[in-house]
């Protein structure tokens, strides 16, 4: 099984982009937190979600076409190389997300980001993110507008859930880890 501190040594290996890095652990950390929600295994999940954009940044125009072979070498598992191609589903990979694991790494990229970009607006960043907050935000299509709401929604669709649940679970997931990924907020009111 992969491990969250194997996950980071390959992603860092890739990835030097300051803000693909924080990408990177939120996705991570909203994954952790489906893990728990599904009852699944964290860190695994986790590990998955840190590794997801392993060659976005050398090969942007090519994202997930140099990914599974050099992922399978450096020993990462079928399984785990596969919930990664599946997040490209429809967009640059036909690899169709089944399990939770890869229908929650699909929801949670594009999702992550308008929580993200919500946090970042508010005086104490995530740390009092309300969903109410959230989903005006999310239906506003102006704000965060680069991610895109029709693949959160299908994602969503896969799991058999609401948008505003996965959004609040994520939420979450991410809360608890605010300084690492600059969300803790300004304090000035």
């Not at 194997?6 to 990177?24: F, G, K, Q, W, Y």
């Not at 299908?154 to 948008?163: F, P, Q, R, S, T």
Request: proline share 3%.
């Amino acid at each position: 099984m992969l491990s969250l501190e194997r996950a980071t040594e390959l992603n860092a290996t890739m990835v030097s982009d300051e803000h693909l890095i924080i990408h990177a652990k939120n996705v991570c950390y909203a994954m952790g937190a489906m893990a728990d929600y599904f009852g699944e295994n964290r860190e695994h999940w986790q590990a998955v979600g840190m590794l997801h954009d392993y060659d976005y940044e050398k090969y942007p125009d090519e994202h997930l076409q140099h990914t599974q072979e050099p992922l399978l070498a450096a020993g990462v598992p079928e399984e785990d190389v596969r919930a990664i191609m599946s997040h490209g589903w429809g967009i640059c990979t036909d690899v169709k997300p089944e399990t939770n694991m890869e229908k929650s790494l699909f929801t949670v990229d594009e999702l992550t980001g308008i929580i993200q970009a919500c946090a970042r607006m508010r005086p104490k960043g995530i740390q009092d993110l309300e969903i109410k907050s959230f989903m005006k935000k999310y239906k506003d299509k102006k704000f965060a507008a680069k991610c895109n709401r029709e693949l959160i929604q299908k994602g969503c669709d896969l799991l058999g859930m609401e948008v505003r649940e996965v959004a609040e679970i994520c939420i979450e997931g991410m809360r608890s880890h605010a300084a690492e990924i600059g969300l803790e907020g300004t304090g000035e009111e």
